[in-house]
């Protein structure tokens, strides 16, 4: 008779544990998640915040240049997948690009005599700009969209 009292203890014991475990893993899973969304955040702001001076100022320091690719560097598997890495690491070539072309811009002002000459640095000049509406494009309009596929679906109200 004791034991037909001992059986529904333990299989409510199990029950329990069992229930605790699936809780623990669960809550895990989630803080995977999390961590996993707000790296995702962090990298995202400081790419933005590696821009910020090209949308203010409309161009870069080194300084600049380095914390992009700072950013760029942390970008791998688990955090995102090829088809992002390599959209940002065109973003990047087309940063260095342009910087590349604004110190010959800033030298070749100095020394711009002919109409010639003058004709091609205003060249030089309008696709600087270019390069600095992709990349502002790139990071403000077109990696939000492509970062949503990394974030948790929201729960339907």
């Known amino acids: 008779m004791e034991l037909l009292f001992l059986i529904p203890v333990l299989t409510f014991a199990a029950i329990y544990v069992a229930y605790r475990e699936w809780l623990h893993r669960a809550r895990r899973r989630l803080a995977r998640e999390l961590d996993l969304l707000a790296r995702r955040i962090r990298i995202y702001e400081e790419l933005k915040g590696a821009v910020q001076p090209l949308r203010e100022e409309g161009s870069l320091s080194r300084n600049d240049v380095d914390r992009f690719a700072r950013a760029l560097a942390e970008i791998r598997p688990p955090l995102f997948d090829a088809d992002f890495e390599s959209f940002v ?69």
């Open 89 to 157: 690491g065109s973003l990047y070539r087309a940063l260095l690009k342009k910087c590349a072309l604004d110190a010959l811009l800033i030298k070749a002002a100095a020394h711009a005599q002919s109409a010639e000459d003058r004709a091609l640095t205003e060249m030089g000049r309008r696709k600087s700009r270019e390069l600095g509406s992709e990349i502002t494009q790139g990071i403000y309009q077109d990696m939000p969209k492509r970062l949503q596929k990394f974030m948790p679906p929201r729960p339907a109200a």
